[in-house]
């Protein structure tokens, strides 16, 4: 299985601030159809989780565009340009390029 | 409107069954796969399952094999898990997710449901 790991653990970031998370899975999340199949997900307290960005860097539809993902192969981060107060909650990588799908076990940002 | 909505949580005891749904709308059903994904108390996001759109494929975690069985009726438009010999360890909430994560990511979610194994 693929494992991911998401650093920080916890995030407590100033409103207004960027926020920064990795992401790292134990081997290439490239696909054989060339495609890396590399998704972050928001959970807000007491809700189901959202997905913000999928494919590594596309937006999902009424996503803000201060969500932002990049990276490549093993290595990918999503960053928070100004972080809101509506932002607050878990955030989860996860793979989809090989069965199970993983999850990375979740970064908490609040605010300071 | 994307809408799931899940159903047939509860409490169970430990080597009982149970049976969840999600009902979907707003999309066309058997255009995708669909996947049950669930969270125990306080915990991260475990995959559980996925059943494809058109050829009924289906893929489990090793945690549930065997015990689980995902199903789709298309005709119905829903989404079941048959969920057999419970444990302890599979209380959580349950979420069904339009999707296999893959080309076709995890867009919509339901609100879960959540099953409690506990004698």
């Known amino acids: 299985d693929i494992v991911m790991t998401q650093t920080p653990l916890s995030s407590p970031v100033t409103l207004g601030q960027p926020a920064s998370i990795s992401c790292r899975s134990s081997?290439?999340?490239?696909?054989?159809?060339?495609?890396?199949?590399l998704s972050w997900l928001q959970q807000r307290p007491g809700q189901p989780p959202r997905l913000l960005i999928y494919k590594v860097s596309n937006r999902f539809s009424g996503v803000p565009d201060r969500f932002s993902g990049s990276g490549t192969g093993t290595d990918f981060t999503l960053r928070i340009s100004r972080v809101e107060a509506e932002d607050v909650g878990v955030y989860y990588c996860?793979?989809?390029?090989?069965?199970?799908?993983?999850f990375g076990g979740g970064t908490k940002v609040e605010i300071k | 409107e994307v809408q799931l909505l899940e159903s047939g949580g509860g409490l169970v005891q430990p080597g009982g069954s149970l049976r969840l749904s999600c009902a979907a709308s707003?999309?066309?059903?058997?255009?995708?796969?669909m996947t049950w994904v669930r969270q125990a108390p306080g915990q991260g996001l475990e995959w559980v399952s996925v059943?494809?759109?058109?050829?009924?494929?289906?893929y489990y975690a090793d945690s549930v094999k065997g015990r689980f069985t995902i199903s789709r009726d298309n005709s119905r438009n829903t989404l079941s898990l048959q969920m057999n010999s419970l444990r302890a360890e599979d209380t959580a909430i349950y979420y069904c997710?339009?999707?296999?994560?893959?080309?076709?990511?995890?867009?919509?979610w339901g609100q879960g449901t959540l099953v409690t194994v506990s004698s």
């Open positions: 081997q290439s999340l490239v696909d054989s159809d060339g495609n890396t199949y």
């Open positions: 059943i494809r759109g058109v050829n009924d494929d289906t």
């Open positions: 996860m793979q989809a390029t090989q069965f199970p799908r993983t």
């Open positions: 707003g999309f066309t059903f058997s255009d995708y796969a």
């Open positions: 997710a339009k999707g296999s994560g893959g080309y076709h990511p995890f867009d919509y």
